[in-house]
């Protein structure tokens, strides 16, 4: 047994009280005669006796009594293992108020429920402890370790979410913190519903920490359906035409669902209305139509009536109505597979051949393609760079099998490409890999098939051997050379197609060949999508805007003024954890509208499958650590057993109780057998 507090051990020399007023207390007899007292003698020396022996039973249970209440005050304890009792304690939680945490089981809300958890816990510790709040909505606060009062207050703060820490993240801001803000040895606790999509479970291992307790709060809730994306059928599309979507929904339960109804809203009207059915833990593609306004944007809002769990039922998407993409396709011999590919309402496609050419308005073109010229004057050259460099033109560069390679080395110096054109080599090459992450191919592949009938080439201009500085090969030769290179500057892409179409490749007869070109007009057009996911750092490019003042994000009655970036691909507006709230924001600049722009809570909570208590528990056992506790909070002696891992056995509320015992027992002989009067 040992003592929290061993100094007051010494109050057991106030033992001496009772002793000392016991020996030198005698009592007084008051005489009284009698006329025959030779029948009394025996009978006094028979109360004398009891008398003594009473007075010392009452002696023993005053001490008794006495020392058990002294050392109640030393808080004595049994150590529950080998280390000794910190005299005090660091405590770190985590209070999981994610999305999923707003639903409810038979007790009520579940972030209720673990904030209320996370006071008695707090409650059970001395007030000599430190604490820090950890929650998924983290700032630099969350960091450092607060007094009881302060720690409660955080917790009173604490509301439910859409960020969602990852485990991982979790476990690393609290090894950080601990080095840097601990006083005392850490013990953490993760009270949560133990989400499959948040947490793993071989993240909560021990690290800096002397023990772990898991505490889960269980999620009753397996129904939900979501809605996952949605995105346009076709890449363009115009004011007052139709607009064609396509929006996937996910039945995340093992229950049917019928009649769920979805709703499309364009700027504040319902457009289109449907019911549908989805079957359990399947996913349901849903075509959706309506006609474009003749607003500059369009505002629009997918909504489903699924419940409990709300924050999946609403998807926010914004277009912007253009105007058709105009194509500058400039040619020493027409080809007609470009002339077909766009014949098109999309674009306004014209011709020039490269003896008219003009020159001063280049930049006012989205898609800028040289076909197979053999050589390029200065004057062409300086306004290529100008439209590139200053204007919204992206440029295609498609050499013939006669090209003077040092004109167009020229061209790239002056785009700054950092490539050259080195002499043609005649070689039969099949193209062995694509880039499928870069805009151009991103939506046109389902899978990255590597064994797809891919065109060959003939002949060929070998790129210098510093291709890959600036730049990356979209499609690539068996022999690793570029077949179609790109690289972006100012916003503006650069395309180099390393043959011609015409004699050195049968890329016009391939299905490769419309997404590529087609994509090469668009691609500027996706710089700006048509949503965004909040929760994570990204960045946001407006197109043809290049100026920082006066920018702003407005939704509602929020106004959230963002950072800038200004990268080699264009100016970005950089989008932090600090925007947290979903929906369509209006970019204002000196309070004009320039941009709308979509931002939907992430879909990773929307998968309700939580870590039952057998997989806590096995995941536990497996790692065969006493340290890592499992805390259940259906019983009520739970704060008693994180009292005891902390503070030991505790072992004052017995002596409390033996003192009122041995109270009791000298009442009752005091009261049960009084003092005999022994004159009697």
């Not at 669902?257 to 349901?284: A, C, H, M, P, T």
């Not at 197979?372 to 200065?378: C, G, Q, T």
């Not at 197609?497 to 490749?505: E, F, P, Q, V, Y």
């Amino acid at each position: 047994m040992k003592f929290l507090h061993p100094e007051i051990l010494y109050g057991l020399f106030l033992l001496a009280i009772p002793v000392i007023i016991h020996l030198f207390h005698f009592k007084k007899f008051k005489p009284v005669y009698f006329s025959q007292i030779e029948f009394l003698k025996e009978l006094k020396k028979e109360s004398n006796t009891k008398n003594k022996l009473k007075e010392w039973l009452l002696l023993l249970l005053r001490v008794l009594a006495i020392a058990c209440i002294v050392i109640v005050f030393a808080q004595p304890y049994i150590p529950t293992s080998k280390n000794t009792i910190d005299s005090s304690n660091s405590i770190s939680l985590f209070i999981d108020n994610s999305f999923s945490s707003e639903a409810n089981n038979e007790k009520g809300t579940i972030v209720d429920l673990e904030k209320n958890i996370a006071r008695e816990i707090i409650h059970s510790f001395k007030e000599t402890d430190e604490f820090q709040i950890i929650s998924n909505n983290f700032e630099q606060k969350n960091l450092k370790y607060y007094t009881k009062e302060t720690a409660l207050s955080l917790i009173d703060e604490i509301q439910v979410s859409s960020s969602s820490l990852s485990s991982k993240d979790l476990r690393s801001i609290q090894k950080n913190s601990g080095k840097l803000h601990a006083n005392f040895p850490v013990s953490t606790f993760f009270i949560s519903d133990f989400q499959k999509s948040q947490f793993k479970l071989e993240h909560l291992k021990k690290s800096h920490e002397k023990k772990i307790f898991l505490a889960p709060v269980h999620n009753q809730n397996r129904k939900n359906v979501s809605i996952q994306s949605a995105y346009l059928t076709k890449p363009f599309f115009r004011k007052n035409q139709q607009i064609d979507l396509e929006v996937i929904l996910k039945n995340h339960s093992s229950e049917n669902y019928e009649g769920l109804n979805i709703k499309l809203f364009n700027n504040g009207k319902v457009k289109s209305s449907r019911s549908i059915s989805i079957q359990s833990n399947d996913s349901s593609r849903v075509a959706l139509s309506f006609t474009a306004d003749d607003s500059d944007f369009q505002e629009i809002i997918i909504q489903i009536n699924d419940s409990p769990i709300g924050f999946d039922n609403n998807y926010h998407l914004s277009l912007a109505g253009k105007d058709k993409l105009k194509i500058a396709y400039i040619y020493r011999t027409k080809h007609q597979y470009f002339t077909k590919l766009f014949k098109q309402e999309e674009f306004e496609f014209t011709s020039f051949p490269e003896s008219q050419i003009p020159y001063s308005e280049l930049g006012t073109y989205d898609l800028i393609i040289l076909d197979e010229l053999l050589n390029l004057k200065s004057g062409f050259i300086q306004a290529l760079s100008k439209s590139f460099k200053e204007g919204n033109s992206n440029i295609c560069i498609i050499p013939s099998a006669n090209s003077d390679v040092n004109t167009y080395n020229q061209l790239f110096l002056s785009l700054n490409q950092r490539i050259t054109f080195q002499n043609k080599r005649t070689q039969t090459l099949d193209i062995l890999k694509l880039k499928f992450d870069h805009p151009i191919f991103q939506e046109v592949f389902k899978t990255e098939n590597k064994d797809i009938n891919k065109p060959t080439t003939n002949h060929y201009f070998p790129l210098s051997e510093n291709f890959t500085q600036k730049g990356a090969s979209l499609i690539s030769l068996q022999n690793g050379n570029p077949f179609l290179w790109s690289n972006t500057e100012n916003g503006n892409f650069c395309f180099v197609l390393t043959t011609d179409i015409s004699t050195g490749t049968n890329l016009e007869q391939h299905a490769l060949f419309v997404p590529t070109f087609y994509n090469m007009s668009f691609i500027k057009e996706k710089t700006q999508k048509l949503q965004y996911t909040l929760g994570s750092e990204q960045l946001i490019r407006l197109k043809g805007n290049n100026n920082t003042e006066k920018i702003s994000l407005n939704i509602a009655d929020k106004t959230y003024y963002p950072t800038f970036k200004q990268t080699e691909s264009g100016f970005y507006i950089v989008i932090d954890n600090n925007l947290n709230t979903e929906g369509i924001y209006t970019v204002l600049q000196e309070n004009k509208p320039i941009a709308k722009l979509g931002f939907n809570y992430p879909r990773r909570e929307s998968d309700l499958e939580y870590f039952s208590t057998d997989e806590i528990n096995t995941f536990i056992s497996e790692n065969d650590d006493s340290e890592i506790q499992l805390l259940d909070f259906s019983k009520d002696s739970f704060i008693q057993k994180i009292t005891e891992q902390f503070e030991g056995k505790i072992l004052w509320p017995y002596f409390l109780a033996l003192s009122l015992l041995f109270l009791i027992f000298e009442i009752a002989l005091i009261k049960i057998r009084p003092y005999e009067n022994s004159n009697s």
